[in-house]
């Protein structure tokens, strides 16, 4: 069975940081985008973050530019995913989710993504 494991969420202060991290089980997301996406209870699943199958290309939402980054590591026997955030605020609190597709480009549509984690909560404090 296909899964993405993500772990790595918590509870943070307003300014400090966490790094999320995301494991493929199969060697096959080696050819695969990735990306991290969050959702607020009531609201739609937003994204947040893209990779391509190699890791080059990355791709951001401007409400994280500059204080996120989207990494991919294909050389371990397990496909990474991970997603530093620093400079966390408030309204960067949500489950977040890794997400990775058939293709190898970087998609920002929730539905062109054909394998979910189950998400890790972020909880960023005042």
């Known amino acids: 069975q296909v899964q993405l494991a993500e772990s790595g969420g918590g509870l943070v202060q307003a300014g400090g940081s966490l790094r999320l991290s995301c494991a493929a089980s199969?060697?096959?997301?080696?050819?695969?985008?990735m990306a991290w996406f969050r959702q607020v209870v009531g609201q739609e699943r937003e994204f947040v973050a893209g990779?391509?199958?190699?890791?080059?290309?990355?791709?951001?939402a401007d409400s994280v530019k500059g204080r996120f980054t989207i990494s991919k590591d294909n050389a371990k026997n397990t496909v990474y995913l991970y997603l530093q955030m620093n400079s966390l605020k408030t309204e960067d609190t949500a489950v977040y989710y890794c997400a990775a597709n058939k293709l190898g480009a970087v998609r920002n549509g929730a539905d062109e993504y054909d394998y979910w984690g189950q998400g890790t909560q972020v909880i960023v404090s005042a």
């Open positions: 199969e060697r096959s997301f080696s050819y695969s985008a």
């Open positions: 990779v391509n199958w190699s890791g080059v290309r990355t791709t951001y």
